[in-house]
C-alpha cells in the first residue's frame, strides 16, 4: 500500500537550515505530483509547495517563496523540502503527501521547531 | 487567493445525529476542485471527498458531499463515534491552493 514516511525535522535556530525529506513507497513515484503541508502547533493547515513528476513544475505559497526550494530523486522515491532563513512561524509539523488534484495520500509528517 | 471560510467551528453532536458542515469559498471554484478531509489528535489528515462531491476510496457511506461554486457542504447522516475529529475543505482549483480554517465535531 502507499507508505509516505518524513524525515529530518529537528530544533534549529532562527535563519538556519534544514533539509526535509520523504521517503515514498507502494505506488509508482514518478507518475505523481508531490506535495508539501504543514500544520503549526494547534493550528490548520498550510499548503507549501508541489512538484511535477518530472519536476517540470513547481509552486510555492507566498509564504515560503525564496526561502523554500522542492525537489526530488525519482531513482531512490524520495521527496525533499530544503528550508532556508527559517523563522519562529515555520515551526510545524511537515507533511509530504501524493499528488496534488487533490493529495491523497499523506505521511505522518516530522516535526520542525524553530527557536533560539 | 482564494479564502475557504469553513462554518461553525465547533459542532456539539451527539451520536447518531446528523452533522453538516459548511464551506464557503471567497470566490468561485470554477472547477469545483473541493476536497474535505478529516483529522484525529495526532494522525495526518484522511481525505474523504474530492471534487466536490466523490468519495475517496474507502469513505464510508454516511458521508456525502454537496456544493458548486462558493458554497459547498459535507454531511455525516449519522455520527459513529469514530466520526468525531477535526474536517478541513481544501480548494485545488486556484494556485496557491488553500485550507479552510476547520470545524471540529465534538461529543
Known amino acids: 500500500q502507499v507508505h509516505l514516511v518524513e524525515s529530518g525535522g529537528a530544533l534549529v535556530k532562527p535563519g538556519g537550515s534544514l533539509r526535509l525529506s520523504c521517503a515514498a513507497s507502494?505506488?509508482?513515484?514518478?507518475?505523481?505530483?508531490m506535495t508539501w503541508i504543514r500544520q503549526a502547533p494547534g493550528k490548520g493547515l498550510e499548503w507549501l509547495s508541489v512538484i511535477s513528476s518530472g519536476s517540470t513544475y513547481i509552486d510555492y505559497a507566498d509564504s515560503v517563496k525564496g526561502r523554500f526550494t522542492v525537489s526530488r530523486d525519482n531513482a531512490k522515491n524520495s521527496l525533499f523540502l530544503q528550508m532556508n532563513s527559517l523563522r519562529a512561524e515555520d515551526t510545524a509539523v511537515y507533511y509530504c503527501?501524493?499528488?496534488?488534484?487533490?493529495?491523497?495520500?499523506w505521511g505522518r509528517g516530522t516535526l520542525v521547531t524553530v527557536s533560539s | 487567493e482564494i479564502v475557504l471560510t469553513q462554518s461553525p467551528g465547533t459542532l456539539s453532536l451527539s451520536p447518531g445525529e446528523r452533522a453538516t458542515l459548511s464551506c464557503r469559498a471567497s470566490q468561485s471554484l470554477a472547477s469545483n476542485y473541493l476536497a474535505w478531509y478529516q483529522q484525529k489528535p495526532g494522525q495526518a489528515p484522511r481525505l474523504l471527498m474530492y471534487d466536490a462531491f466523490n468519495g475517496a476510496t474507502g469513505t464510508p457511506t454516511r458521508f456525502s458531499a454537496s456544493g458548486s461554486g462558493t458554497d459547498f457542504t459535507l454531511t455525516i447522516s449519522s455520527l459513529e463515534p469514530e466520526d468525531f475529529a477535526v474536517y478541513y475543505c481544501?480548494?485545488?482549483?486556484?494556485?496557491?491552493?488553500?485550507f479552510g480554517g476547520g470545524t471540529k465535531v465534538e461529543v
Open positions: 507502494g505506488f509508482s513515484f514518478n507518475d505523481y505530483y
Open positions: 503527501a501524493r499528488g496534488v488534484y487533490p493529495s491523497d495520500y
Open positions: 481544501h480548494q485545488y482549483d486556484t494556485s496557491p491552493l488553500t
